[in-house]
C-alpha cells in the first residue's frame, strides 16, 4: 500500500503521522467505518458513507467532506494504490485536542488495508464462536471503540474460534465484528435493535426475503443453542455458516440448507453489484 489520505492529501503510507493530541489516540474517540474493494469497486459504498454519516453525527463530529467529495477521494486513493482486491479503512477522530478530552476539528484519514480470506472450511463445514457477556457503549455507532473484540481475539485464537458473540446473559446480540442471525423452523430471526447497522446483513436481507420468513427481534440465549442454523455476516466474512458455539454443536453440526441457500444468494447478489458498477465505471 503507497497511499493513504490524510484530510484530503494524499501522502505515501509510511509518512501518514497525527500528532499525539489527537483524541483518537488520548480518548478513543472517533468514527470508524470498513469496506472491501472487490474487481476495483468499492463493496456497498454508498451504505458504507451512510453509516459512517450517521456514526459521526451521534459523536457529534462534522465529517470536513461532502459525500460526493468523500466518494472522490476513495475513487482516487483506488487509483493510486491500484487497488483492485483489498480493504478501506475510514477512522475520523476527535482532533487534537490541548486538554486532551474535548474535540476540536476532526481528522480524516482513509487508509488501504490488505484483506485475507477466511479459510475455505468454514463455509464448507462451518466455523466456531464462542460468547461473552458484554454490552457495547452506544451500540448503533461504528466507533473506534474494540476494546473488548480486540481483547479477547487471543482467546478466539485460541480455542479455534472465528468471532466472539456478546450477549447480556438473557439475550444475544451481535459478533464483536460482525452481525449476528439464526434460522429456526424455517424463519430467519434477526435483532436489528440495539445493535450496529451490518451492512452486509442489510444486503443479505434484501435477498432472504425471497427465500425465506423473516422475524426482526431479540434472540434468547437458549434460542441461539437450539437453532436449526447460525450466520454470521460481515464485510470480509461475507455470509458465514457457525456450526459450533463453544462446546456445543449446531443442530446436527453441519452447515444447513437455507445457509448454503443464502450464501448462494448473497454471491450472487454481490456479483450483479460488482458487474453493475464496473460497467458503469
Do not use: C, W
Not at 452486509?200 to 434460542?223: G, N, Y
Not at 443453542?225 to 457457525?242: C, N
Amino acid at each position: 500500500m503507497r497511499f493513504v489520505s490524510l484530510n484530503g492529501k494524499f501522502v505515501p503510507y509510511d509518512q501518514a503521522t497525527l500528532h499525539i493530541s489527537d483524541l483518537g489516540l488520548r480518548r478513543g474517540y472517533g468514527a470508524f467505518e470498513f469496506f472491501r474493494i472487490l474487481q476495483g469497486v468499492p463493496v456497498f459504498l454508498e451504505d458504507h458513507l451512510s453509516r459512517f454519516e450517521n456514526t459521526a453525527g451521534m459523536l457529534e463530529l462534522e465529517i470536513p467532506f461532502t459525500r460526493s467529495q468523500l466518494e472522490a477521494l476513495i475513487y482516487e486513493l483506488i487509483r493510486l494504490n491500484e487497488l483492485k482486491r483489498a480493504g478501506i479503512q475510514l477512522v475520523l477522530t476527535g482532533g487534537y485536542s490541548p486538554d486532551a478530552f474535548t474535540p476540536s476539528t476532526p481528522n480524516l484519514v482513509m487508509a488501504p488495508l490488505e484483506i485475507k480470506s477466511h479459510p475455505a472450511v468454514y463455509y464448507q463445514q462451518g466455523a466456531k464462536i464462542i460468547l461473552h457477556q458484554n454490552l457495547r457503549e452506544m451500540p448503533l455507532a461504528k466507533s473506534t471503540d474494540y476494546l473488548v473484540a480486540v481483547r479477547l481475539g487471543k482467546r478466539v485464537r485460541a480455542e479455534g474460534a472465528t468471532e466472539v458473540v456478546y450477549h447480556n446473559g438473557t439475550t444475544v446480540s451481535e459478533g464483536g465484528r460482525s452481525s449476528l442471525s439464526i434460522i429456526k423452523n424455517g424463519v430467519l430471526i434477526t435483532d436489528l435493535e440495539g445493535v450496529l447497522p451490518g451492512i452486509t446483513r442489510m444486503h443479505l436481507l434484501q435477498v432472504a426475503k425471497l427465500i425465506l420468513p423473516i422475524e426482526f427481534r431479540s434472540i434468547m440465549l437458549p434460542e441461539l443453542f437450539s437453532a436449526d442454523e447460525v450466520i454470521l455476516t460481515g464485510a470480509t466474512r461475507e455470509v458465514m455458516p457457525i456450526t459450533q458455539i463453544e462446546d456445543r454443536p449446531v443442530a446436527d453440526g453441519k452447515v444447513g440448507p437455507f445457509t448454503q441457500t443464502l450464501m448462494k444468494a448473497f454471491r450472487e447478489h454481490l456479483e450483479a453489484y460488482l458487474a453493475s458498477r464496473t460497467v458503469a465505471g
